[in-house]
């Protein structure tokens, strides 16, 4: 079994940088493949960005180019980066993890979810 917890959301202007975290607890962290998902109000949760513990990145077309998501094993965190923030990235944030080495966008495929940090970004 492995916590999530979420941190860093805010109200930030367009423009303007934001970077959440995610730290777990509970299993070993390293071989978890870690993904970052999400919901805007009246929306589907969609799909942002993953890393795998050997560092492999994916990113969201919408996202790409944009945000990031540096990894630091020794402290069981996850990040995003978001620089260059759009009112369209308004949402509530999830970071979620599967035992799993492969990266996917799938978010049924991750068994354990945070419980979410909002983003507001003003224009």
């Known amino acids: 079994q492995v916590q999530l917890v979420e941190s860093g959301g805010g109200l930030v202007q367009a423009g303007g940088s934001l970077r959440l975290s995610c730290a777990a607890s509970?299993?070993?962290?390293?071989?978890?493949?870690m993904g970052w998902f999400r919901q805007a109000p009246e929306k589907e949760r969609e799909f942002v960005a993953t890393?795998?513990?050997?560092?492999?990145?994916y990113y969201a077309d919408s996202v790409k180019g944009r945000f990031t998501i540096p990894r630091d094993n020794a402290k069981n965190t996850v990040y995003l980066q978001m620089n260059s923030l759009e009112p369209a990235d308004t949402a509530v944030y999830y970071c979620?993890?599967?035992?799993?080495?492969?990266?996917?966008?799938?978010?049924?495929?991750?068994?354990?979810w945070g419980q979410g940090t909002r983003v507001t970004v003003s224009s």
């Open positions: 979620a993890a599967r035992k799993e080495s492969t990266t996917t966008t799938t978010a049924s495929l991750y068994p354990y």
């Open positions: 890393m795998s513990w050997s560092t492999t990145r």
């Open positions: 509970g299993r070993a962290f390293s071989p978890y493949t």
